[in-house]
Nanobody, 115 residues
Framework: QVQLVESGGGLVQPGGSLRLSCAAS????????MGWYRQAPGKQRELVAG???????NYADSVKGRFTVSRDNAKNMVYLQMNSLKPEDTAVYYC?????????WGRGTQVTVSS
């Protein structure tokens, strides 16, 4: 069973940047399309960025041009570079597969954008 561990969150001012990391155990990771999700208080979890095993990326309109997803299959890592952060980006961020079946969800990492 693949385990996912997210890190890199924190408190940042509007306009600031953060880089999130997701460490995955298990070799099956490299063949799966991975994504970054977020869940704000009182809202459903939403997919904000995805990356195919070969590196093709897709983004939600709300983050396009500000967020960049990348992966290192040799290290079983997925990253999310977040720039020009806005208060509405505040959420718990998770990584997981884009398609079913999902891996077990990690604990996520809290991102708070506030002045």
């Amino acid at each position: 069973q693949v385990q996912l561990v997210e890190s890199g969150g924190g408190l940042v001012q509007p306009g600031g940047s953060l880089r999130l990391s997701c460490a995955a155990s298990g070799s099956i990771f490299s063949s799966r399309t991975m994504g970054w999700y977020r869940q704000a208080p009182g809202k459903q979890r939403e997919l904000v960025a995805g990356i195919l095993s070969g590196g093709t990326t897709n983004y939600a309109d709300s983050v396009k041009g500000r967020f960049t997803v990348s992966r290192d299959n040799a290290k079983n890592m997925v990253y999310l570079q977040m720039n020009s952060l806005k208060p509405e980006d505040t959420a718990v961020y998770y990584c997981n597969t884009v398609n079913y079946p999902h891996f077990s969800w990690g604990r996520g990492t809290q991102v708070t954008v506030s002045s």
